[in-house]
């Protein structure tokens, strides 16, 4: 069922009161079930009234919106944000309240009973890896990172099948934000939700979408693509110049050593490995879980034109520079 | 000054200058009454409409406005206003004129720092709340209200402490209060410098008590500011 659309917008337009030009122009999206899809672009292209338009923060001028198989006016808009996480780049966490009622919010909407609410809380502080010593603090003393989890758990808390992002790392040091991106992705491998992501940062995209949509000036589509599809085949100069540079380097960063290796079993030696190439004590030495870029900048640091593959301190093959070159041949 | 002192004393141990109509408990009993009804008149007027004036991001410059006519209208002269027509209308002398007076009074403060707390909730608050699924009287009473309540309660509690302090005009068209004593005073200030000396007193105590009192709760509904780093 993943390749079921959770969401889809046929000849969406929007057109803000005393504006000319349409913010997003007949756009049409399809976001399937239980994916990432990131919606890219510069300021003003409209990624974020597209956002907002799925849960009704914004109404379309034109066009239809079917939020899991309904047109989404068919439910009151409170009533239809409720079943749809939210997460906002400014967090927007409730001041006066605690950690825990925060994350209570919509429950609290939704008249769940304390015991049930007590229970959620629980597996969402294990989920989002919050420490519990937190649960009753106030958001003002929390770190920016700290916040940021809360307000996916807020998000979160009902268990909506469907997750919004408008910008949610924005506000977080590069470092932080590197936690975040890869806290996100375990969450997703846990839960599975349809999320749609709204970033300004194409290497954000690229991190964590399956989906990537780069939007124009405009408010209309460029391109939609896997990652992958997106580094090796830019549609248009407009995208090609919006991806930047280091387009092979980042494709590599998409792909591990394992997914190249001769053989895909991690145990046993590849067929083709000469005992010899295993002994030189002086290569570099990477796992299968090595994405190639990082292979890549190990081999040439090294010096030399490969590396040995290890796992569990075992030698289980190796890799050159041209297997390496061979991933990014179509 | 001691001498003041011992008047002063003197007046107010006697116990029989706390009792009967015209006695201390009365007169201040009757002048925290007119003052509550006063302050729950104007919270009434004023609060609901600055509430929604200030969520739907309408009328700043009608509550600027509210808040200039309050400072500019004086207090006697809407007494004297209200006097008359209070009288042909069959109100009567004493309560109705000056309670009208106080709660024009007691408005401004109120509807301004209500709008104002409300209307500087950060957008992104509001936003989450919406986009989280609060209907509008939600948003405005779960989110807006509690994070402006310091803003509202010192509004409120400036109107309820001029309310008190103001309602001893109230003696001067025969509303029996602690103001009551001011006039006798002021009428013999030789003779009757006990009385004047009780008046003042007392006056100025029951609006500080009023003030320390709705100080405290604030203190205690808005609590997690004080955790604010």
């Given at each position: 069922?993943?390749?079921?659309?959770?969401?889809?917008?046929?000849?969406?337009?929007?057109?803000?009161?005393?504006?000319?030009?349409?913010?997003v122009?007949?756009?049409?999206?399809?976001?399937?079930?239980?994916?990432?899809?990131?919606?890219?672009?510069?300021?003003g292209?409209?990624?974020?009234?597209?956002?907002?338009?799925?849960?009704?923060?914004?109404?379309?001028?034109?066009?239809?919106?079917?939020?899991?198989?309904?047109?989404?006016?068919?439910?009151?808009?409170?009533?239809?944000?409720?079943?749809?996480?939210?997460?906002?780049?400014?967090?927007?966490?409730?001041?006066?309240?605690?950690?825990?009622?925060?994350?209570?919010?919509?429950?609290?909407?939704?008249?769940?009973?304390?015991?049930?609410?007590?229970?959620?809380?629980?597996?969402?502080?294990?989920?989002?890896?919050?420490?519990?010593?937190?649960?009753?603090?106030?958001?003002?003393?929390?770190?920016?990172?700290?916040?940021?989890?809360?307000?996916?758990?807020?998000?979160?808390?009902?268990?909506?099948?469907?997750?919004?992002m408008?910008?949610?790392?924005?506000a977080?040091?590069?470092?932080?934000?590197?936690?975040?991106?890869?806290?996100?992705?375990?969450?997703?491998?846990?839960?599975?939700?349809?999320?749609?992501?709204?970033?300004?940062?194409?290497?954000?995209?690229?991190?964590?979408?399956?989906?990537?949509?780069?939007?124009?000036?405009?408010?209309?589509?460029?391109?939609?693509?896997t990652?992958?599809?997106?580094?090796?085949?830019?549609?248009?100069?407009?995208?090609?110049?919006?991806?930047?540079?280091?387009?092979?380097?980042?494709r590599?960063?998409?792909?591990?050593?394992?997914?190249?290796?001769?053989?895909?079993?991690?145990?046993?030696?590849?067929?083709?490995?000469?005992?010899?190439?295993?002994?030189?004590?002086?290569?570099?030495?990477?796992?299968?879980?090595?994405?190639?870029?990082?292979?890549?900048?190990?081999?040439?640091?090294?010096?030399?034109?490969?590396?040995?593959?290890?796992?569990?301190?075992?030698?289980?093959?190796?890799?050159?520079?041209?297997?390496?070159?061979?991933?990014?041949?179509? | 000054?001691?001498?003041?002192?011992?008047?002063?004393?003197?007046?107010?141990?006697?116990?029989?200058?706390?009792?009967?109509?015209?006695?201390?408990?009365?007169?201040?009993?009757?002048?925290?009454?007119?003052?509550?009804?006063?302050?729950?008149?104007?919270?009434?007027?004023?609060?609901?409409?600055?509430?929604?004036?200030a969520?739907?991001?309408?009328?700043?410059?009608?509550?600027?406005?509210?808040?200039n006519?309050?400072?500019?209208?004086?207090?006697?002269?809407?007494?004297?206003?209200?006097?008359?027509?209070?009288?042909?209308?069959?109100?009567?002398?004493?309560?109705w004129p000056?309670?009208?007076?106080?709660v024009?009074?007691?408005?401004?403060?109120?509807?301004?720092?209500?709008?104002?707390?409300?209307?500087?909730?950060?957008?992104?608050?509001?936003?989450?709340?919406?986009?989280?699924?609060?209907?509008?009287?939600?948003?405005?009473?779960?989110?807006?209200?509690?994070?402006?309540?310091?803003?509202?309660?010192?509004?409120?509690?400036?109107?309820?402490?001029?309310?008190?302090?103001t309602?001893?005009?109230?003696?001067?068209v025969?509303?029996?209060?602690?103001?009551?004593?001011?006039?006798?005073?002021?009428?013999?200030?030789?003779?009757?410098?006990?009385?004047?000396?009780?008046?003042?007193?007392?006056?100025?105590?029951?609006?500080?008590?009023?003030?320390?009192?709705?100080?405290?709760?604030?203190?205690?509904?808005?609590?997690?500011?004080?955790?604010?780093?």
């Open positions: 069922m993943t390749s079921a659309a959770a969401i889809s917008l046929d000849e969406v337009s929007k057109v803000f009161p005393g504006s000319v030009s349409p913010a122009n007949r756009l049409t999206l399809t976001i399937p079930q239980g994916q990432i899809l990131a919606l890219v672009g510069p300021s292209c409209g990624k974020t009234t597209t956002l907002r338009m799925i849960n009704r923060l914004e109404e379309p001028t034109a066009g239809q919106i079917t939020v899991l198989g309904h047109d989404h006016r068919s439910a009151k808009p409170h009533e239809l944000r409720r079943n749809i996480g939210y997460v906002i780049q400014q967090i927007g966490l409730f001041p006066h309240h605690s950690v825990r009622r925060n994350m209570s919010a919509v429950l609290e909407l939704l008249k769940w009973s304390p015991d049930r609410i007590e229970q959620r809380i629980n597996e969402l502080t294990d989920l989002l890896g919050l420490d519990p010593a937190l649960l009753d603090r106030y958001p003002s003393e929390l770190s920016g990172g700290q916040q940021q989890r809360v307000g996916v758990a807020r998000a979160l808390a009902a268990d909506p099948p469907i997750l919004l408008d910008e949610p790392y924005s977080v040091d590069p470092v932080i934000r590197k936690h975040l991106h890869s806290e996100l992705l375990q969450v997703q491998a846990r839960v599975t939700k349809t999320i749609v992501i709204v970033t300004h940062d194409i290497d954000e995209a690229i991190t964590l979408a399956d989906q990537v949509v780069v939007m124009a000036e405009g408010g209309t589509i460029e391109q939609q693509g990652p992958e599809e997106l580094l090796a085949h830019p549609a248009t100069e407009f995208v090609r110049e919006f991806l930047g540079r280091e387009r092979g380097l980042r590599l960063g998409l792909r591990t050593v394992g997914q190249i290796l001769r053989s895909p079993s991690r145990s046993s030696v590849p067929a083709d490995l000469e005992p010899e190439d295993l002994a030189p004590e002086d290569l570099a030495r990477v796992t299968a879980d090595t994405p190639l870029r990082e292979a890549l900048d190990t081999i040439l640091t090294s010096g030399q034109t490969r590396a040995v593959v290890c796992a569990d301190g075992q030698k289980i093959g190796f890799i050159t520079i041209e297997h390496i070159a061979e991933a990014l041949r179509p | 000054m001691n001498a003041i002192f011992n008047d002063l004393w003197g007046f107010i141990s006697t116990a029989d200058n706390w009792r009967g109509s015209n006695g201390i408990a009365a007169r201040a009993q009757a002048h925290l009454w007119i003052s509550f009804v006063a302050t729950v008149i104007a919270t009434a007027i004023a609060f609901p409409p600055a509430l929604i004036l969520h739907l991001g309408k009328a700043p410059v009608l509550s600027v406005g509210i808040a006519i309050g400072r500019a209208l004086p207090s006697f002269a809407v007494i004297a206003l209200v006097l008359p027509i209070s009288i042909s209308l069959g109100f009567g002398l004493g309560f000056t309670c009208v007076a106080l024009a009074l007691g408005i401004p403060p109120i509807f301004t720092n209500t709008y104002t707390g409300v209307a500087n909730t950060p957008a992104a608050l509001r936003e989450a709340a919406r986009g989280i699924g609060m209907t509008s009287p939600q948003v405005v009473m779960k989110v807006e209200v509690p994070h402006a309540m310091n803003v509202i309660l010192t509004g409120f509690r400036i109107s309820a402490v001029q309310i008190v302090a309602a001893s005009l109230g003696a001067l025969g509303y029996q209060c602690l103001g009551s004593y001011v006039i006798e005073g002021l009428a013999q200030p030789t003779r009757a410098r006990d009385r004047l000396l009780t008046g003042a007193v007392l006056i100025a105590a029951m609006a500080m008590i009023v003030d320390f009192l709705i100080n405290r709760v604030e203190g205690h509904l808005t609590g997690w500011r004080s955790r604010l780093r």
